[in-house]
T-cell receptor, first 116, second 113 residues
Framework: DTGVSQDPRHKITKRGQNVTFRCDPI?????LYWYRQTLGQGPEFLTY????????KSRLLSDRFSAERPKGSFSTLEIQRTEQGDSAMYLC??????????????FGEGSRLTVL | AQTVTQSQPEMSVQEAETVTLSCTYD???????LFWYKQPPSRQMILVIR??????QNATENRFSVNFQKAAKSFSLKISDSQLGDTAMYFC??????????FGKGTRLHILP
C-alpha cells in the first residue's frame, strides 16, 4: 500500500499559465477530496468525488478551477490562468465509504503551487 | 454554517509534559463528528482521534485524549507524556453526516527537548 500520492510535489509557474495536479488515491477508495491550504491556515475544502461523480464543489472553486476523476481512480485538478492568490498547498485525500462516514481520510503530502 | 475555532496559534512544552490544545466550534446540528488531525513538518496529515457527538464518553487513543463538552461546544485535545515526535500542526475538525470535513486554522505545537 503506497498511500495517497500527488504529483508534482512542487510547481512554480508564471501568472496566467495553466497548471494541473494529479492525485492517485489508495486503491479501491471510493471517495477522493481536494483541499487547499495556505500558509498559517487550515485546509479549505474544494471538492470531492465518489467514484467518478463529483458530488460537491466549494464556492472557493472559481471557474478557473476544474477537477475530474474520469474512471473513478486518479483525479486531476486543473487551474487555468493562474493568479498569485492561487499560491498554496493543494492536498488530496481519499477514503472508503465507511471511512467517509467516520471522517477517516488519508491525505497525500500535497502539491505546492507558487505563482510568480 | 459550521465553524471551527482554534485560539492558540502556537504552543511550546517540554518533553514529557502534558499539553492541552483548545478548540471551539459552532453548529446547529445534533449529530456530528469531531476530530483532531496532526500534520508533522513536511509530512502528510493523519487522524489522531475522533469523537462522535452522541457519545458522552471522551475518546482516548494511548497518550491522546479529548475533553468533549457538547453544551459548551468545546473539544480540547490533551497529550500526555509529550514526545519530540508530537511536534506538528494540530487541526481541530468537524463533520456532519458523511459530508466534507471542516478544519480549524491549526495550532503549531513544539515539543522541546
Amino acid at each position: 500500500d503506497t498511500g495517497v500520492s500527488q504529483d508534482p510535489r512542487h510547481k512554480i509557474t508564471k501568472r496566467g499559465q495553466n497548471v494541473t495536479f494529479r492525485c492517485d488515491p489508495i486503491s479501491e477508495h471510493n471517495r477522493l477530496y481536494w483541499y487547499r491550504q495556505t500558509l498559517g491556515q487550515g485546509p479549505e475544502f474544494l471538492t470531492y468525488f465518489q467514484n467518478e461523480a463529483q458530488l460537491e464543489k466549494s464556492r472557493l472553486l472559481s471557474d478557473r478551477f476544474s477537477a475530474e476523476r474520469p474512471k473513478g481512480s486518479f483525479s486531476t485538478l486543473e487551474i487555468q490562468r493562474t493568479e498569485q492568490g492561487d499560491s498554496a498547498m493543494y492536498l488530496c485525500a481519499s477514503s472508503t465509504l465507511a471511512g467517509a462516514n467516520t471522517g477517516e481520510l488519508f491525505f497525500g503530502e500535497g502539491s505546492r503551487l507558487t505563482v510568480l | 454554517a459550521q465553524t471551527v475555532t482554534q485560539s492558540q496559534p502556537e504552543m511550546s512544552v517540554q518533553e514529557a509534559e502534558t499539553v492541552t490544545l483548545s478548540c471551539t466550534y459552532d453548529t446547529s446540528e445534533n449529530n456530528y463528528y469531531l476530530f483532531w488531525y496532526k500534520q508533522p513538518p513536511s509530512r502528510q496529515m493523519i487522524l489522531v482521534i475522533r469523537q462522535e457527538a452522541y457519545k458522552q464518553q471522551n475518546a482516548t487513543e494511548n497518550r491522546f485524549s479529548v475533553n468533549f463538552q457538547k453544551a459548551a461546544k468545546s473539544f480540547s485535545l490533551k497529550i500526555s507524556d509529550s514526545q519530540l515526535g508530537d511536534t506538528a500542526m494540530y487541526f481541530c475538525a468537524f463533520m456532519k453526516g458523511d459530508d466534507k470535513i471542516i478544519f480549524g486554522k491549526g495550532t503549531r505545537l513544539h515539543i522541546l527537548p
